[in-house]
């Protein structure tokens, strides 16, 4: 039987003082402060005894009620000499009036310790009698198949939680599972749902997050399909066999045939947290920048009437570029358009990328909104710029990372533990890849591209506000914080984007990303979700509809009148929300728009 923890709680407390002598079924007290006084007591009460001046004590055992029922005491005698000599009670320690209240009172922790082992000592002995004595101790389950025993002690009530087969087997396992994924995969859902609901212990290992451990695995596998799974260094294959091994009965065996044994150093190795897989490479033109960092006239200037701080002529650029290099004036002119559109450099106005003339740039770290900027980290990325599209698969795969493990969102994605995604091997390669979107070029997204983008971008950045300086608490909470992290979005606004949208807050839309692929259609699934469940309420009796204050903050958006609004929204409805505002809009009478309140607790 497995072994029994058990707490036991006391009622009084033993002060040390007293000291207490088993004299036959009775008790004897010597009481401080006693010099020689004898008393006697009946059967049923204590028996005082003294010391004499030697400490010697001796009380008879024996009774005489003389047909009373009153034992005699007989007086105590000196000790023979061929006895051991008792020592006398050590002396009472005066203690000094300036000690504190705690330190003058008894050890509360001695006495629990030792009252705690007296009644688990009587409690284990009472178990032990369970065969002598059934009636003292009651079982309620019979069977060790069971998972809790019930036992009934006199007095005691204690239950036993015995192990189950599948947890004496998980026990035993000394091997590693491990289990290769990807973002965004149902299948690597499903694998990763099997292992927790048995209870086992796993290593996943996502080839998005930690891409260099997609080349170990196709070493492994001959591929890169997930999920795959290893049972120590044997690969075992994927979902599929999990299932068919669980229905045919078969997965216990395996279990114990291929991990109760040790890893060997041949299994796959857990990831490595804190390392980055992708090589950052030095942009070919940094040498140039840098070179005029230090040697262009930059000072603030009045242009066109503005005063425009920390900027240089755009000729005076030319020239450094031509002494520098020692080219001709078109390699130069060449060289400029090159660091302008690499986002070295950015026109004062954003007229133009870079044309020879009377213009005037900025490099990007003099730029007046960029210490607002918390990709920016006092420094520009000066490393070779990453492609648009592999900056924008990468950022929605480790965003899937996120929402995907187990901790970090809640099921249904409206709750978010902030703390534990910061603390995450996911966001911190995110904050790493926040740095390379200094310098992306845009222009070469697809629209649903860039649309997949800004959304993924938007959710993803609010994680990283509120992680970074905390929720917003209040009106001028949320200013500043909407205020420092907005991001462009397309000119063309689809108004489904405003549903895909997470701020951080109780009454946004819930937390998800996006796939440039399926975009159109996430969105709307997306808008449909928040009407379904609080975007929109209808009493029909009083015409109205009270509707998301996310309508009315952007209802330019939606449409010019309540009208076109409405059946914007009833695009997006269904079942009986759907009939009422069909049959209001039909009816053409008035029909009343309330705006909901918005609650901007954090989604916590």
């Known amino acids: 039987m497995n072994p029994i923890s058990i707490r036991s709680v006391q009622d009084e407390a033993d002060d040390g003082d007293p000291k207490t002598i088993s004299d036959g079924g009775k008790n004897g007290r010597v009481p401080d402060g006693q010099d020689g006084g004898k008393r006697c007591s009946n059967s049923n009460s204590e028996i005082n005894r003294t010391l004499d001046y030697d400490g010697a004590m001796e009380v008879s055992d024996q009774t005489n009620d003389n047909g009373s029922g009153h034992s005699q005491c007989i007086p105590a005698i000196k000790s023979q000499a061929h006895l051991p000599k008792p020592e006398p009670p050590k002396p009472r320690m005066e203690r000094s009036q300036s000690l504190s209240i705690s330190e003058s009172m008894p050890s509360i922790g001695k006495y629990i310790l030792d009252r705690s082992t007296s009644f688990s000592a009587a409690v284990m002995n009472s178990l032990s009698s369970l065969k002598e004595d059934s009636d003292d101790i009651e079982v309620t389950n019979d069977s060790l198949n069971f998972e809790v025993t019930e036992f009934k002690i006199p007095g005691v009530k204690v239950i036993v939680k015995l192990k189950s087969e599948e947890e004496r087997l998980q026990d035993q396992i000394r091997g590693r599972i491990t289990l290769f994924t990807k973002s965004n995969c149902e299948d690597c859902i499903a694998a990763r749902k099997f292992f927790k609901g048995k209870r086992l212990r796993f290593v996943e290992i996502n080839i998005d997050v930690f891409t260099k451990k997609a080349e170990e695995l196709i070493g492994r596998a001959g591929d890169a399909e997930v999920p795959k799974i290893f049972f120590n260094d044997c690969l075992i294959g994927g979902l599929e066999t999990l299932k068919s091994w669980n229905e045919s009965g078969e997965l216990e065996e395996k279990i114990r045939e291929l991990l109760i044994p040790k890893w060997p150093e041949e299994a796959p190795k857990p990831p490595e947290y804190g390392i980055n897989d992708e090589e950052d490479v030095e942009d070919e033109l940094l040498e140039v920048v840098n070179y005029l960092r230090r040697t262009l006239q930059i000072q603030d200037r009045l242009i066109m009437m503005k005063m425009v701080k920390s ?64 990709n920016f980290r006092t420094l520009t990325n000066d490393n070779e710029p990453k492609p648009a599209s592999f900056i924008a698969d990468r950022l929605s795969k480790l965003m899937f990372a996120i929402v ?79 205020l420092d992290f907005q991001y462009m979005v397309p000119m063309r606004l689809n108004p489904l984007v405003h549903f895909g949208l997470c701020n951080g807050t109780r009454s946004s839309p819930k937390l998800r990303f996006f796939t440039a692929q399926n975009v159109q259609e996430e969105l709307r699934t997306a808008a449909m979700e928040y009407f379904q469940n609080e975007g929109i309420e209808i009493d029909w009796e009083l015409r109205t509809v009270y509707l998301t204050r996310i309508i009315k903050w952007f209802s330019v958006d939606f449409g010019e009148k309540d009208r076109d609004i409405l059946e914007w929204v009833l695009n997006y409805l269904d079942g009986r929300n759907a009939q009422l505002l069909k049959s209001l809009l039909e009816d053409g009478d008035i029909i009343i728009i309330i705006y909901q309140d918005y609650d901007w607790s954090g989604n916590l």
Request: charged content about 25%.
């Open 404 to 482: 995907e493990m187990e901790g970090y969102v809640s099921d249904n994605r409206l709750h978010v533990d902030y703390l534990a995604i910061s603390k995450s091997e996911e966001f911190r390669r995110y904050i790493k890849l926040a740095r390379d979107l200094q310098r992306i070029n845009l222009k070469l997204f697809t629209p649903n591209e860039r649309l997949a983008f800004f959304l993924n971008l938007y959710n993803a950045m609010v994680i990283h506000a509120v992680i970074s300086i905390g929720h917003p608490e209040g009106i001028l909470d949320n200013k500043a914080f909407f």
């Open 311 to 374: 900027c240089f002529s755009g000729t005076d650029m030319v020239e450094a570029i031509i002494n520098h290099l020692d080219c001709g004036r078109r390699k130069g002119i060449a060289t400029a358009k090159m660091m302008a559109q690499k986002h070295f450099i950015h026109h004062v106005f954003g007229e133009n990328d870079f044309e020879k003339g009377n213009h005037y740039y900025r490099f990007l770290e003099h730029e007046p909104f960029i210490m607002g900027c918390f």
